[in-house]
C-alpha cells in the first residue's frame, strides 16, 4: 500500500484493456516532438559521431524518418546561416546542441545557447546564424518532412535585428 495516496488499485490493471491507452506509433502532438528533440539531443551516442564542419556550406545529415516526420543534424562554422526562409506546409522543432546560434525575425533577435529549443507552425519565416566565434551543432525535426524551404527577401526589420537579444534555454 502506498501511504503517500489515497487511490489503491486492486486486481490486474492489465485485465482492463478499456483504461489503457495504447502506444502511439510515431510522435503526434508539440509536447512529443519537443520530447522527441531532447530524447535525441540527450543521446549524444546518436548525432556526436556524424558532426562534421564545412567552412564552405553548411553541413548537414538526415538522422531518421518516421511516419511523417524527419529528423535532421546541422553544424555551423562561425558566420554561416541560413538567410531568410520558411518552411513550406512543415512544422518544424529546433533545438541547439553544441555552440550559440541567432534566430532573427522581423520582431526580434533570440539568442539560442545550447539547451534552447523553438517550436514553429507552418508559415513560420526566420533566419538562423551563427554571429558567434565558435562553430554550433542543432537539431531539427520537421512534421510533415520538409519539401520545400522557401527564401524570403531580408527585411528592414531583418537589418534592426542584428544585435541577438538574450534569452533563456528552454
Known sequence: MNSDSDLQIAGDILAVQHLLQPAPEHPVTVADFVGLARSVAADRSRWAHLVRYDATSRYYHRLSTGPGHEVWLLTWVPGQGTGPHGHGESSGVLTVLEGRLTERTERAARSLAAGAQRVFAPGYAHEIV?????????????????????????????????????????
Open 130 to 170: 551563427n554571429d558567434s566565434l565558435e562553430p554550433a551543432v542543432s537539431l531539427h525535426i520537421y512534421y510533415p518532412g520538409l519539401t520545400e524551404m522557401p527564401m524570403r527577401p531580408a527585411s528592414a526589420a531583418h537589418a534592426r535585428c542584428g544585435q541577438p537579444a538574450a534569452v533563456s534555454a528552454t
